[in-house]
Nanobody, 125 residues
């Protein structure tokens, strides 16, 4: 079965860290651009970070810059998002996606983009 499964979301205090995982099954993750997105209640989905399949370049958008790190482990067919210095405004459902357009300006999903089910990150004291 072709799918992405996220994990690692949790309740964390401001300033804390979390590592989200995105495990792929049924296909080889390395062949595709991968992205992390998030959506907070009442807000539109936004791109957080992406990593290119062609050269491994990674890009970060808006508030993720300097705090988040995207990575992929091809042996485990898994992508990660390391999030440090978390802020209450980082609270959202986080989704990984495969097969999208990853570039320095944005990560753009396509009609054929595969999405995970999401994992909740809550930053609160």
């Amino acid at each position: 079965q072709v799918q992405l499964v996220e994990s690692g979301g949790d309740l964390v205090q401001p300033g804390g860290s979390l590592r989200l995982s995105c495990a792929a099954s049924g296909f080889t993750l390395d062949y595709y651009d991968i992205g992390w997105f998030r959506q907070a209640p009442g807000k539109e989905r936004e791109a957080v970070s992406c990593i290119s399949s062609s050269d491994g370049s990674s890009y970060y958008f808006d508030s993720a810059k300097g705090r988040f790190t995207i990575a992929r482990d091809n042996a485990k067919n898994t992508a990660y998002l390391q999030m440090n210095s978390l802020k209450p405004e980082d609270t959202a459902a986080y989704y990984c996606a495969a097969n999208l357009r990853c570039g320095w300006k944005n990560a753009i999903p396509m009609e054929t983009t595969l999405w995970g089910q999401g994992t909740q990150v809550t930053v609160s004291s």
